[in-house]
């Protein structure tokens, strides 16, 4: 009886043991098995938002808005500003003398033919015309592109089809001719650069719409849109609370991808004589002035040109960057 009951025990007790056992190893598998996929995927997440595109994008953009609202303080340190003509620094032929046409300690960027003007006066004082310009405008058209693309995607029919075709007939407007005829019609007291906001945020919006409309068209699909509509909420509150949120992040692409384009158009219009009238400076319109000296002078070419290549490809980096970080099906991929 002893013998038959031991047995048992002994073959219990390296059965409770191995259980024992095994919860340790088990643990690995389960709990602490779900913490390192935790921290791949919040790793992840830090590696799109330190891509090299945002990084560098953010760093080239930054540097512009600095210089941009920093212009009044670098004339306080240099004495210079983009009005003032220093006619002693040029040679008899309207050429600045000197290295690199003119840079100095006081003209860090060399002065301008024929009139002798701080070129970094008016890299600087560009750059706030032309960012001033460009973000305006970005917002006015990312406004009416947001709302045009809601209405457009969330009611279809009747609406859809006339903004549909609203967009269509901007699309293949002329802008440049049309900007080129209202540089002529409106008076010259009419404030330049809130003529080139308007006309630039009025003509820029169809792209957006039209990227807005698709995804809300996919939005209201959804789930818990559809629930929301069954619970008898209105449409605006389904616009606002239910598909709103999920366009802001494209929204914020669009709108950082948008902002080089309608630098570059201002800087077009003025090279072309129908953007910002003079003295105001003006990227577009120096690299113009300067088309006429670029043999003797190109320094008065490169600063402006490469002033306005540089902001644009921060920006594009910095769209590409957003797009990259909050798009969630990078994490999927990886």
Not at 98 to 110: E, R, T
């Amino acid at each position: 009886m002893s013998t038959a009951t031991s047995q048992p025990r002994s073959a219990s007790t390296p059965a409770r043991s191995s259980q024992h056992g095994d919860k340790p190893g088990a643990q690995p598998s389960t709990q602490p098995g779900a913490k390192p996929g935790n921290k791949e995927s919040a790793a992840r997440a830090r590696s799109r938002w330190a891509s090299p595109a945002l990084v560098w994008g953010t760093i080239i953009v930054s540097f512009f808005v600095l210089l941009a609202l920093l212009a009044p303080v670098f004339t306080l340190i240099t004495g210079n500003d983009p009005y003032q003509e220093h006619r002693e620094l040029l040679g008899p032929s309207s050429v600045p003398t000197g290295f690199g046409g003119g840079i100095s300690a006081q003209h860090w960027f060399g002065v301008t033919p024929l009139r002798g003007v701080d070129v970094f006066s008016i890299v600087s004082y560009g750059a706030q015309v032309s960012l001033g310009i460009g973000l305006a405008s970005t917002v006015i058209s990312t406004i009416l592109g947001l709302a045009i693309g809601l209405l457009a995607g969330y009611f279809p029919g009747v609406v859809d089809a006339l903004l549909s075709r609203t967009m269509d007939v901007f699309f293949g407007f002329p802008f440049l001719i049309f900007a080129i005829a209202l540089s002529a019609v409106v008076p010259s007291s009419f404030p330049r650069p809130l003529l080139l906001i308007l006309v630039l945020g009025f003509f820029g919006w169809p792209g957006t719409a039209r990227l807005m409309r698709a995804q809300t068209l996919t939005l209201r699909e959804r789930d818990y849109t559809t629930a929301a509509l069954v619970m008898g909420a209105s449409p605006w509150h389904i616009l606002r609370y239910e598909i709103l949120p999920g366009l802001l992040p494209l929204l914020i692409v669009r709108t950082t991808l948008a902002i080089p384009g309608r630098i570059g158009s201002e800087a077009a219009l003025s090279f072309l004589g129908v953007g910002i009238n003079p003295p105001t400076p003006s990227w577009g319109r120096a690299i113009s002035d300067a088309v006429n000296w670029a043999l003797v002078d190109p320094m008065y070419l490169i600063f402006p040109g490469m002033a306005l290549f540089l902001v644009t490809f921060g920006f594009n980096l910095l769209g590409d960057g957003l797009s990259d970080a909050l798009d969630p099906r990078k994490g999927e991929k990886a």
